[in-house]
């Protein structure tokens, strides 16, 4: 009689075991979390090439080659800006430039010039890919801003447009390859006389009536503040699965009650045969333990209730425990699959022998990776029986 009671008290513990505490949450692919103002702010520096094309040279058919010495300028770059989503940013650009007015063939003298543009930046790897971490992102930007010739002390609108190339060295740091056009208004190397005209009036074609440059900036960019997205929880798929576990646990509980109403009515109509049968029961019935995704930690110690009992009941009757490890088959490889199995029987196998069971009594084995329960996440455990 005792024994059965022990029984009866374990099948109502067991139906702790079907809950597995879980780190995976759905995610939607395209959506993030908004980040917070001081979140994915960068700085950057670089070296410039630019080519110089200026209104004064219209006539003089000059080569438009952008690597003629006539048409070099150097110069150096600093900018700042803050990405607002993964797929659209604002920065502040300077530049510094020693450029050459192309006046002719022969008179090109020498300028200083800075330039100051807002640019709005589009990551086409996010827009149209959905955000992740990348080694290489390709961004295009327009924006507008004011160009001051320092030698002859004019300034000039400005318009830009260009495409910049980021190739992540690490979280924090970054290269930078950015290839630009800008159009300035006629007088942005200071002056904007035509010395030889011919035609129609260059002032009547946009174009040839302003300078313009074409360049590419080389250099290193510094992502500041916390870098990165946080995907948005995809409410639906978690409550799908919240709706799975729920239907899992209803259905092993109801299961459980009929047991043990099965198991009273039998106590009550044939005490001596209920009491063998029912130590058959026990020994047959398993205990579950879970773990987490790629784990070989126990999730939850309230699993270990049940493994207790078992092992009260091997020490007690000098029983052999079968330990049996499994891994969900539809995330790792066979082979890692089959190691993170073993590895989860041996942890339970661990805890039986801190609870005073002999280690030759327990037999440990691995199944690998297994798709017998839903949701899968349910097929991440050890079962536990006595032989």
Same mark, same amino acid.
């Given at each position: 009689?005792?024994k059965?009671?022990?029984?009866l008290?374990?099948a109502g513990?067991?139906?702790?075991a ?14 993030v979390?908004t980040n ?11 070296g ?21 010495s ?7 770059d600093?900018?700042? !800006? /803050? ?5 659209l ?6 530049? !510094? ?5 192309? @006046? ?13 543009t807002?640019?709005?930046?589009? @990551? ?7 955000y992740?971490p990348?080694?290489w992102?390709?961004?295009?930007? !327009?924006?507008?801003?004011?160009s001051?010739d320092c ?6 609108m400005?318009?830009t447009?260009?495409m910049?190339?980021?190739f992540?060295l690490? /979280?924090?740091?970054?290269?930078n ?11 942005m190397?200071?002056t904007?006389?035509i ?6 009036n260059?002032?009547r074609?946009f ?12 250099g290193l +960019? ?5 870098v ?5 929880p995809?409410?639906d ?10 239907d899992?646990l209803?259905a092993s509980?109801a ?5 043990n ?8 109509q044939?005490?001596k ?12 019935t ?6 987490n ?8 110690k309230?699993?270990?209730? @049940?493994?207790?009992?078992?092992a009260?009941y091997?020490?007690? @009757? ?9 891994a969900?088959?539809?995330? +790792?490889s066979?082979a ?16 039986l022998?801190?609870?005073?069971v002999?280690?030759?009594?327990i037999?440990?084995?691995g ?8 949701p ?12």
């Amino acid at each position: 009689m005792k024994k059965l009671m022990f029984a009866l008290a374990f099948a109502g513990l067991s139906t702790a075991a079907i809950a597995q505490e879980t780190t995976e949450i759905p995610t939607q692919k395209y959506s993030v979390a908004t980040n917070r103002f001081g979140s994915n702010w960068f700085l950057s520096v670089g070296g410039d090439y630019t080519a110089y094309y200026s209104n004064q040279e219209y006539g003089w058919g000059m080569a438009t080659n952008p690597f003629k010495s006539f048409r070099r300028a150097w110069g150096a770059d600093v900018a700042i !800006g /803050k990405w607002f989503t993964p797929g659209l940013g604002l920065r502040i650009k300077g530049q !510094g430039i020693w450029g050459q007015q192309i @006046n002719s063939p022969e008179n090109h003298p020498e300028f200083k010039q800075w330039n100051a543009t807002v640019q709005a930046l589009f @990551n086409l790897n996010n827009l149209f890919a959905g955000y992740k971490p990348r080694v290489w992102n390709i961004s295009l930007y !327009g924006g507008a801003g004011v160009s001051r010739d320092c030698s002859h002390n004019a300034y000039s609108m400005l318009y830009t447009v260009g495409m910049l190339n980021q190739f992540n060295l690490s /979280k924090r740091v970054h290269i930078n390859i950015d290839i630009y056009g800008q159009l300035g208004e006629g007088d942005m190397d200071g002056t904007s006389q035509i010395t030889k005209p011919y035609g129609t009036n260059p002032s009547r074609n946009f174009m040839k009536a302003r300078d313009r440059q074409v360049g590419a900036s080389i250099g290193l +960019g510094f992502n500041l503040g916390k870098v990165g997205w946080d995907k948005t929880p995809d409410v639906d798929a978690i409550m799908a699965l919240n709706k799975s576990q729920m239907d899992a646990l209803n259905a092993s509980l109801a299961d459980q009650q009929a047991e043990n109403a099965r198991l009273k009515a039998l106590l009550a109509q044939k005490p001596k045969e209920t009491t063998v049968k029912t130590v058959k029961e026990f020994a047959s019935t398993s205990a579950s333990v879970f773990f987490n995704l790629n784990s070989s930690r126990i999730a939850s110690k309230k699993d270990l209730v @049940n493994v207790q009992e078992i092992a009260e009941y091997a020490k007690a @009757n000098n029983s052999k425990i079968l330990v049996t490890g499994y891994a969900d088959s539809k995330t +790792g490889s066979a082979a890692y699959n089959a190691k993170l199995s073993l590895n989860r029987a041996n942890t339970v196998a661990d805890k039986l022998v801190e609870m005073g069971v002999n280690r030759s009594q327990i037999i440990v084995e691995g199944k690998g990776g297994v798709a017998d329960l839903s949701p899968f996440s349910y097929n991440r455990r050890v079962t536990v029986k006595l032989q």
